[in-house]
């Protein structure tokens, strides 16, 4: 088992930054795949970012490219998302997950999830 707990949500006005952050627990975090998905209302769950477990690579999506960034830290457990240049259309639930599969964005693929942040980008 893995658990994930995110944080660094919150309010912030158009062109904003946020940080958030997901600490892992449980078992081996460098073995795993991390992702950062988000999920509006109303909406589908959507990928947003993903790393490779050595942190050598990454991928996302195109409406995040430029502006994401993510991170992760295996000493620390731990996996960042810095979000530069907010939209509002960034407005939604931010979760991250762990999994076995190399970079993908499918939200199948990923094995344990957290509880999810919310992030609310006003214009």
């Known amino acids: 088992q893995v658990q994930l707990v995110e944080s660094g949500g919150g309010l912030v006005q158009a062109g904003g930054s946020l940080r958030l952050s997901c600490a892992a627990s449980?078992?081996?975090?460098?073995?795993?795949?991390m992702g950062w998905f988000r999920q509006a209302p109303g909406k589908e769950r959507e990928f947003v970012a993903a790393i490779s477990w050595n942190g050598g690579n990454t991928n996302y999506a195109d409406s995040v490219k430029g502006r994401f960034t993510i991170s992760r830290n295996n000493a620390k457990n731990m996996v960042t998302l810095q979000m530069n240049s907010l939209k509002p259309e960034d407005t939604a639930v931010y979760s991250c997950a762990a999994g076995r599969r190399y970079l993908t964005d499918s939200p199948g693929d990923y094995e344990y999830w957290g509880q999810g942040t919310q992030v609310t980008v006003s214009s």
């Open positions: 449980g078992r081996t975090f460098s073995g795993y795949a």
